[in-house]
């Protein structure tokens, strides 16, 4: 049984960072990958970055690219999403996810952490 917990969100001003962490317990690397996603209120869900369980492949989406770094520190199953030059309409519940596809569609994970709250102020 996989369990992720997310951790890290915080109220920022416009420009600031934020490393989101995703700590994974059991058996995490049944599952091929960690997606992070987005969702703001009224929103759907959208995936932002993605990363193989050994950390070896990444995955960057969309418009936060270049601004957005995910990585896997080994020695504490800890997946981490950074982020930089954060945005006011980046505001949103950050959450991980665990599944076995090459994806971005949130239907392909099966194994979700509670999320985070992102909020970020002009």
């Known amino acids: 049984q996989v369990q992720l917990v997310e951790s890290g969100g915080d109220s920022v001003q416009a420009g600031g960072s934020l490393t989101l962490s995703c700590s994974a317990s059991g058996d995490i690397y049944s599952s091929n990958y960690v997606g992070w996603f987005q969702q703001a209120p009224g929103k759907e869900r959208k995936a932002v970055a993605l990363?193989?369980?050994?950390?070896?492949?990444?995955h960057i989406y969309n418009s936060v690219e270049g601004r957005l770094t995910v990585s896997l520190d080994n020695a504490s199953d800890t997946f981490l999403l950074q982020m930089t030059n954060l945005k006011p309409e980046e505001s949103a519940m950050f959450c991980c996810?665990?599944?076995?596809?090459?994806?971005?569609?949130?239907?392909?994970?099966?194994?979700w952490g509670q999320g985070t709250e992102v909020t970020v102020s002009a």
């Open positions: 996810a665990a599944g076995r596809r090459l994806s971005i569609h949130p239907d392909d994970f099966n194994c």
């Open positions: 990363i193989s369980t050994g950390g070896m492949h990444t």
